[in-house]
C-alpha cells in the first residue's frame, strides 16, 4: 500500500467480468454465521486484526425475530504497490431458529503507484514506470490475481461447507 497524496490506481476485479460473488442460505440459524465468517476471514486470509474492518454492524432483536447486517473490509497486503481489497457484506434474518442469509464477496486486486513528487510526475519517468510494469511487473499480479482467486474460492467453500453442516445438524 503506497501512502501518497497523490496515485495511479489500477483496479482489477479477481473474477472478471464478475465483480461479486453471491451465496444464499435459507434453513436454521443463519446468526450463526457471524461468528464463523469472522473467524474464516482470520484464517483463509492471514491477515492481522489490523487490516480486518467491521465497517458497518447492525444486529436488530425484536420478539423472536433477529435482523443482521454487517459489512467488512479486508486488505491483503502482496507488496509495495499491490494489495487484495475484499468486500465482505452479511445480511440476514432469523425468526425462532429459521430465517435466511445472504452474503456477498467482492474481492479486487489494486495496484498504487505514488505520484507526489515532480520526479513522479515527470513524463520521463512515467515511460520508464510503464515499461517496468509492462517487463517486469506486469506478470507478479497476474499471479497476484491468481492467489486472490485460490484464497476467495477456499472462503467460498468454507462459507459453503459451514452451511451443509448447520442444515444437516
Keep these: 500500500m503506497v501512502w501518497a497524496r497523490t496515485k495511479l490506481l489500477i483496479w482489477d476485479y479477481i473474477f472478471e467480468p ?34 480486518i474492518q467491521e465497517k458497518d454492524y447492525t444486529w436488530e ?17 502482496l507488496d509495495m504497490f499491490s494489495y487484495i481489497n475484499i468486500e465482505i457484506d ?32 515527470n513524463i520521463i519517468y512515467e515511460m520508464f514506470r510503464r515499461f517496468w510494469h509492462r517487463m517486469f511487473y506486469q506478470h507478479r499480479r497476474m499471479e497476484f490475481l491468481a492467489m486472490g482467486k485460490e484464497l476467495v474460492i477456499n472462503f467460498e467453500r468454507a462459507i459453503k461447507s459451514f452451511a451443509e453442516t448447520l442444515k444437516t445438524a
Design 18 to 51: 464478475v465483480k461479486e460473488i453471491k451465496i444464499s442460505y435459507v434453513g436454521r440459524n443463519p446468526e450463526r454465521f457471524y461468528p464463523k465468517i469472522n473467524e474464516l476471514i482470520r484464517t483463509v486470509f492471514n491477515v492481522p486484526d489490523a487490516y
Design 90 to 121: 452479511l445480511r440476514g434474518t432469523s425468526t425462532e431458529g429459521e430465517g435466511r442469509l445472504f452474503v456477498r464477496i467482492r474481492p479486487r486486486l489494486i495496484t498504487e503507484y505514488p505520484q507526489d513528487t515532480i520526479w513522479q510526475q
Design 61 to 77: 432483536k425484536a420478539k423472536g425475530a433477529e435482523r443482521f447486517d454487517i459489512l467488512w473490509e479486508v486488505t491483503k497486503i
